[in-house]
């Protein structure tokens, strides 16, 4: 596969979600958890969000309990999200980031990163308009330290 737009996810409604459909937009794909102390990054990828949207930039969340720090649902799991971080950006069922039954949108995103396993909930994957990487963001990294990264991004035509 030769980008993030060769992948498809499932949106939380049960629809396939092609991710060609953001082909041409810079994406920050995100594995979240509700629960996770560093759920409050939240806050801060839906500013981001809200702040580069009409410009061609979405954030994806996509849920993961590889932690067991999600939601029993995934229904729970995105009204959670939405009532105690506002968010409107987009979220997909759960998946999981490692081992068995990997998500192979993350396997994709590990193998561009060079870096291996997922070791946390929040790791952060900033992927340009051509669906090449950009830079993988640590857990504990926080939205505010990479606007500028999105900026460019979003920037770059």
């Not at 759920?39 to 009409?54: F, I, N, S, V």
């Not at 999200?81 to 997909?92: I, K, N």
């Amino acid at each position: 596969m030769a980008s993030v737009y060769d992948f498809q996810e499932t949106e939380m409604n049960g629809q396939t979600l092609p991710l060609k459909r953001y082909q041409g937009q810079v994406l920050l794909i995100v594995n979240t958890a509700s629960k996770c102390g560093l759920a409050p990054q939240l806050e801060g990828l839906e500013k981001l969000y809200k702040t580069y949207h009409d410009q061609g930039f979405t954030v994806l969340g996509l849920p993961s309990n590889q932690f067991k720090q999600e939601l029993a649902t995934d229904e729970e799991a995105s009204e959670y999200c939405q009532m105690h971080y506002g968010v409107t950006f987009p979220m997909t069922k759960r998946v999981a980031v490692n081992g068995d039954g990997e998500d192979p949108l993350f396997t994709y995103l590990k193998d561009a990163s060079g870096h291996g396993r997922i070791k946390w909930n929040y790791t952060k994957f900033l992927i340009g308009r051509d669906g090449q990487l950009i830079h993988r963001y640590a857990p504990t990294t926080t939205p505010e330290k990479f606007t500028d990264d999105v900026a460019a991004a979003v920037a770059a035509k």
